[in-house]
């Protein structure tokens, strides 16, 4: 591997916690204790390095971050390197390829980098015009072309299980997911083959949601038909009631690590009551 995907430090664990459920508990795994072992802080020096030292702490959601601090040693890894390099030319008015965040990985390196580059001017992305159907992007077709050859395949699906104790509001848990259908295209999107035989996506003004009910999660990631919006379900298991499961599962073609947690924060709080 290489030196950017080796893990910064390594606990060893005589048994791993557990859930109630039998799945690794996260939460009660122990803190890496590698505070010792981190390089010194080094302060920035100069107006570029305090700008990006400001960039590193709002991306990687941790601070204060030195020059000398390693981008992907502090939690950085390629979705974050691609949200620094869009913050970096919305703050600095620089193209900073992608290539450059892991070949000079401290703020020290990059802040030479950015110096060097010439200024272009910041275009945010504006929204497409309406229309019937869109292009897809080069990633969206090889998983469209892919999945009509596994003809039912589940290898593009994104499941997750999320446990929820206390009491549950069913009827505000489906409109909160309603609520997030509604306020995202690519919840509604569909995805279908074009007069000239490309695959194109066609955006729904409005689809149907409904939250299941199961049994349990063993059958509950089916495959998705892509010519059917929205290529997203949920489910809720009752264990008890005080306790439930909530099943949920996308398919790759309209999701990706950022937009997942974007759905999740927004989850937390529509359920909560709080417009965003």
Same mark, same amino acid.
């Given at each position: 591997?290489?030196? %950017?995907? +080796?893990?910064?430090?390594?606990?060893? +664990? $005589?048994?791993?916690?557990?859930?109630? =459920?039998?799945?690794?508990?996260?939460?009660?795994? &122990?803190?890496?204790?590698? @505070?010792?072992?981190?390089?010194?802080?080094?302060?920035?020096?100069?107006?570029?390095? +305090?700008?990006?030292?400001?960039?590193?702490?709002?991306?990687?959601?941790?601070?204060?971050? #030195?020059?000398?601090?390693?981008?992907?040693?502090?939690?950085?890894? =390629?979705?974050?390197?691609?949200?620094?390099? =869009?913050?970096?030319?919305?703050?600095? /008015?620089?193209?900073?390829?992608?290539? *450059?965040?892991?070949?000079?990985?401290?703020?020290?390196?990059?802040?030479?980098?950015?110096?060097?580059?010439?200024?272009?001017? %910041?275009?945010?992305?504006?929204?497409?015009?309406?229309? *019937?159907?869109?292009?897809?992007?080069?990633?969206?077709?090889? +998983?469209?072309?892919?999945?009509?050859?596994?003809?039912? #395949?589940?290898?593009?699906?994104?499941?997750?299980?999320?446990?929820?104790? #206390?009491?549950?509001?069913?009827?505000?848990?489906?409109?909160?997911?309603?609520?997030?259908?509604?306020?995202?295209? $690519?919840?509604?999107?569909?995805?279908?083959?074009? &007069?000239?035989?490309?695959?194109?996506?066609?955006?729904?003004?409005?689809?149907?949601?409904?939250?299941?009910?199961?049994?349990?999660? *063993?059958?509950?990631?089916?495959?998705?038909?892509?010519?059917? @919006?929205?290529?997203? =379900?949920?489910?809720?298991?009752?264990?008890?009631?005080?306790?439930?499961?909530?099943?949920?599962?996308?398919?790759?073609?309209?999701?990706? /690590?950022?937009?997942?947690?974007?759905?999740?924060?927004?989850?937390?709080?529509?359920?909560? #009551?709080?417009?965003?």
């Amino acid at each position: 591997l290489p030196a %950017y995907m +080796m893990p910064a430090q390594f606990i060893e +664990m $005589s048994e791993w916690p557990v859930t109630p =459920s039998g799945k690794l508990d996260r939460r009660a795994l &122990p803190a890496p204790g590698g @505070a010792a072992d981190r390089q010194a802080y080094t302060a920035p020096r100069n107006v570029t390095e +305090m700008k990006l030292c400001a960039l590193w702490e709002e991306v990687l959601k941790n601070g204060p971050v #030195g020059i000398r601090d390693h981008f992907f040693e502090r939690g950085g890894h =390629s979705l974050k390197a691609t949200a620094l390099v =869009s913050r970096i030319a919305k703050e600095f /008015g620089v193209q900073v390829p992608l290539q *450059d965040i892991f070949a000079r990985p401290t703020v020290e390196e990059l802040a030479s980098v950015i110096q060097d580059l010439e200024e272009s001017s %910041y275009e945010a992305i504006q929204p497409a015009k309406k229309q *019937d159907t869109y292009p897809v992007s080069s990633a969206q077709k090889r +998983m469209y072309v892919l999945q009509q050859l596994e003809d039912g #395949g589940v290898g593009y699906n994104m499941p997750a299980v999320l446990e929820l104790t #206390g009491t549950l509001d069913r009827s505000r848990l489906e409109e909160t997911f309603r609520e997030l259908v509604e306020r995202h295209e $690519s919840l509604r999107t569909s995805f279908e083959t074009g &007069p000239d035989g490309e695959p194109v996506q066609r955006i729904h003004d409005s689809v149907p949601f409904q939250l299941d009910e199961a049994e349990s999660a *063993d059958a509950f990631v089916r495959p998705f038909c892509l010519e059917e @919006a929205p290529l997203f =379900s949920a489910a809720l298991v009752k264990e008890s009631d005080e306790r439930h499961l909530l099943l949920t599962d996308m398919h790759h073609i309209i999701s990706d /690590g950022v937009s997942v947690n974007t759905l999740i924060k927004e989850f937390g709080e529509l359920y909560a #009551g709080r417009s965003l």
